[in-house]
């Protein structure tokens, strides 16, 4: 006698397809989460890595923060004139990249009069990347954007393109790059694939103090905390590092008055909470949202204590307001020589779509009375 075997019937198929669903839609967005709090993780490890790279370049100078240019070039003038005085007598050192696989070494060369560097290539138009930033003429370019050059990581791994120097979200930057890390050189060049780091310095951290103090932005002399007393503040005036021979000596860690609230690195582009994208609009060039370019962002920084957190650019705005609510000097400058914007904030996420009114954040970038300043009041922002 034959007996017929049951097989499902299509509801039934039609349940267990939809409970398999269910189930897929529950676990994914967990499942997300999770591998974005792992890249997060990885982020801040790689910034833990900076940490103790600059301790170590600290203590073979002197604790100082990194620098790229002779301290006595503020003797010279404006940032022009201070490397065309300063090569007319000596070879400065060379913001050098690396070394290629055939024998070619790379890096923003400029030479000078001095006998035994006249021969070098490059000119005075590269000494904008050897100063910490370039308040002054609006491009923004500095040292502080070159992390990962043989100066300081030699101090890594000693290699330009090197994963520690990118976030592993950062993927228009990383992906062009990456194919270089399991390389041996030093430094590879490809005009479609050069790419600067995730992670940047504070620039205000690297110039004198002076040149971003409120006392001078102000025209004050004498005491000028800015603490109950009202100061109008002028939009038109500049961090005049041309005036203070001493303006680009950069100063020691150790005079962070603020270690624990004063950014050192951080993620550069807006990678958590991401919106409109990941290219900025705004620019000629695939260029992706920078970190203060979202009310939501919230950037991994490595503060000069040495913790590394998470960001709120919600919550440092705020803290913005609050410092200035009662007549107090701002946590940053959102107004640098011509550039009104804090820094890039007309580029702005906010600006742009989100949040007409958002503020232009400039912290860690123009931090007021720069390394002695501090870039939020409370350290769980």
């Known amino acids: 006698m034959n007996r017929l075997k049951k097989g499902f019937t299509i509801v039934e198929l039609l349940v267990v397809v939809s409970i398999i669903a269910l189930l897929i839609a529950i676990l994914l967005p967990a499942i997300g ?15 833990r890595n900076m940490v103790a790279a600059c301790n170590a370049y600290g203590a073979d100078y002197n604790d100082r923060q990194y620098t790229a240019v002779p301290d006595e070039v503020g003797l010279y003038g404006n940032w022009g004139a201070a490397c065309g005085g300063i090569v007319a007598t000596q070879c400065i050192p060379q913001m050098v990249l690396g070394w290629d696989s055939g024998g070619g070494l790379w890096g923003y060369w400029i030479a000078g009069q001095a006998p035994r560097c006249a021969g070098w290539p490059g000119t005075c138009g590269n000494f904008i990347v050897y100063q910490a930033c370039d308040y002054w003429g609006g491009s923004w370019l500095g040292s502080w954007r070159l992390t990962n ?3 300081f990581n030699s101090y890594v791994n000693g290699r330009y393109y090197d994963k520690a120097f990118w976030a592993p979200k950062d993927r228009i930057t990383l992906e062009p790059v ?3 890390f399991d390389s041996p050189v030093e430094f590879a060049f490809d005009q479609t694939n050069y790419a600067e780091p995730t992670y940047c310095w504070s620039p205000a951290a690297m110039w004198s103090p002076d040149v971003l103090s409120w006392c001078r932005r ?3 002399t004498g005491n000028c905390q800015g603490g109950g007393t009202a100061v109008t503040a002028r939009p038109g005036a500049a961090p005049q590092a041309a005036t203070m021979p001493g303006a680009y000596k950069s100063p020691s860690a150790s005079m962070a008055q603020y270690p624990s609230l004063k950014w050192r690195m951080w993620e550069h582009q807006w990678l958590q909470n991401r919106e409109g994208g990941e290219v900025n609009p705004a620019f000629n060039t695939p260029t992706p949202w920078f970190f203060n370019h979202g009310y939501n962002s919230a950037p991994a920084t490595m503060f000069f204590d040495g913790h590394t957190q998470v960001v709120s650019i919600a919550g440092i705005q705020q803290d913005n307001d609050l410092a200035t609510s009662q007549g107090g000097k701002p946590i940053w400058f959102s107004s640098i020589a011509g550039n009104t914007d804090g820094y890039y904030s007309n580029a702005s996420y906010d600006m742009l779509v989100y949040r007409p009114g958002a503020a232009a954040v400039a912290a860690g970038v123009a931090t007021v009375d720069g390394i002695l300043g501090r870039d939020m009041l409370r350290i769980g922002d």
């Open 33 to 47: 989460k999770a591998r974005d709090a792992a890249l997060i993780t990885q982020s801040l490890g790689n910034l």
């Open 149 to 151: 050059c043989k100066a």
């Open 178 to 180: 990456q194919k270089y």
């Open 218 to 220: 102000q025209g004050v």
